[in-house]
């Protein structure tokens, strides 16, 4: 849909201003009327309001304003800016695009969290279109003037891009020759991709507050592929994983045992493997345990699966976040939603710490047994619970020896089973990440060019 309230800059379409007064630069008639137009624009935006509520947008706003107002000499100082701000914007996506400002709209608009994106993420396209539609078209409309009068025109206009006095970028209309979006092509790409942080990352760590959950960039990379040994214990975490993305009845999960067997990492390869399936995982410190009716109720009722994490879970007799815990495992008045399971990680089987004085008498607590029973059950309200035991010395030379040929090593068994021995003896003891560290130092010893022992 194309707007055609001003015709759009060419490479030297007019002349920007024309002398006043002596000091001052009034801007011409058309160009003064074009940015009358697109303030009128941004400002009537319905649904897409947001897509200039950034340094880039406002900064544009503000030279745009200037030209509205008549002001050449103030529009060019607050160009810089403008340009400023969309480098900057550029660099910290780590591309630097030919098309900057263009780029940057473009980007807003499939960004942009409003009601029809939301609802398209949430209802599906056909029931967006019929509540938002019409707004939706009247803002494309709108959104069209602003990506017509570019940075790269205004700067040319201004002779402030270069001293060359060429544009930095070239215009929108030089690389695309028409708008790229209508109604049909935004509810299809906010169907797929979604329009919240919830639909477009896989991992979160809630943080609390206004901001809930903040996006984990740069996610643990480790795949199930990369795991060696355990095979028998992370088979039934995979089997209720997998029922928990189709739909089907699903447990929440403990994973307990010693120190670097591989608990964790189990978890986060999960991600790695079903992230594509909607999977999502939410990383929730024990310290914010109270805040999970609140995590709850941002993933009640999301087409996602989400798996709340708990990593190294554990309690003090003289904590009650396991309060909170227990009212989530068990449900209570407000039902758990279907799309979201517990998986914890833990180096004790039971979860709440117990001491002999619990079990001498007398005590203060005139129901001593049944609490000390309610401590010890704590972590059978998990469904499923698997031990992941220290390895014996076979097992732990298996895993250096499968990990060893992962990573392309191809010392005889025999010699990587013995160094793998005496690392575990001088180190920290056999186990899984005791046998990776190892594996490590001997990859990096076998690309060195230092001889072993110097």
Known sequence: MRASICP??????????NRGPIGHELVNDQIQARARAVISAIDGLLLFSGVFDDPVGRAYRTVTVALAEGDAGRARLSYGAVFRAITMWMLDRDVVHERGFGAWIESRVLDDANPFSIACERL????AKRSFGEAVAADLEALTIAWDLDIAALGRALGA??????????????????????????????VERGATDLARWRAF????????????????????????GYDQERALVLTNTRHFLEGLPANNVLIYGERGTGKSSTVKALLNEYGDRGLRLIEVPKAMLADLSSI?????DRRERFILFVDDLSFEDNETHFKDLKAILEGGVEARPTNTLMYATSNRRHLI???????????????????????????????????FAAPDQDRYCAIAIGLARARGIDFPDDQIRRRAIEWAAWQNGRSGRTARQFVDHLAAETMSVTPRGV
């Open 205 to 228: 760590r809630w943080v609390g507050g206004p901001r809930g959950v903040e996006p984990i960039v740069a996610i643990d990379p480790v795949r199930l592929s990369d795991l060696i």
């Open 124 to 127: 599906g396209a056909e029931a």
């Open 8 to 17: 759009p800059f060419g490479r030297a379409s007019f002349r920007l201003y």
């Open 296 to 300: 709850i109720a941002l993933t009640r």
């Open 353 to 387: 710490a117990e001491r002999f004085s619990d079990r001498r008498g007398p005590t203060d607590d005139v129901h001593a047994g049944d609490t000390a029973q309610e401590k010890l059950s704590f972590s059978d309200r998990f469904g499923i619970a698997v031990t």
């Open 161 to 190: 891009a270069s001293p060359r006095g060429a544009a930095p970028f070239p215009t929108n209309r030089e690389t695309i020759p028409s708008w790229p979006f209508d109604v049909d092509s935004l509810s299809r790409h906010f």
